[in-house]
């Protein structure tokens, strides 16, 4: 069974920094690639980031571009998103998604809250 769980969301002040995390059973973790998706109240959710399994062409919205950094640990089977400089508009749950077109085959996570708020 698939399993993809994040963790490291929660209450920030504007400016702070948080890190999610996202761990991977149950699937052949370095065949993914990796994203985090963001849904924030009333809007639709978006891609935030996506790091493929070749590690060299990360890709990022233009919203979090040179504040969020994602990474990938493919011995630990995680997934990482580290944020800086957050802003009270990056508040959303926080969706981890694995996906292969190779396999056909595409995993989600159950999400995280994050919110940025003074």
């Known amino acids: 069974q698939v399993q993809l769980v994040e963790s490291g969301g929660g209450l920030v002040q504007p400016g702070g920094s948080l890190r999610l995390s996202c761990a991977a059973s149950?699937?052949?973790?370095?065949?993914?690639?990796m994203r985090w998706h963001r849904q924030a109240p009333g809007k639709e959710r978006e891609l935030v980031a996506v790091?493929?399994?070749?590690?060299?062409?990360?890709n990022y919205a233009d919203s979090v571009k040179g504040r969020f950094t994602i990474s990938r640990d493919n011995a630990k089977n995680t997934v990482y998103l580290q944020m800086n400089y957050l802003k009270p508009e990056d508040t959303a749950v926080y969706y981890c998604?694995?996906?292969?077109?190779?396999?056909?085959?595409?995993?989600w996570g159950q999400g995280t809250q994050v919110t940025v708020s003074s």
């Open positions: 998604n694995a996906a292969s077109w190779r396999l056909g085959a595409e995993y």
């Open positions: 790091i493929p399994t070749s590690d060299l062409s990360v």
């Open positions: 149950g699937l052949i973790f370095r065949a993914y690639d």
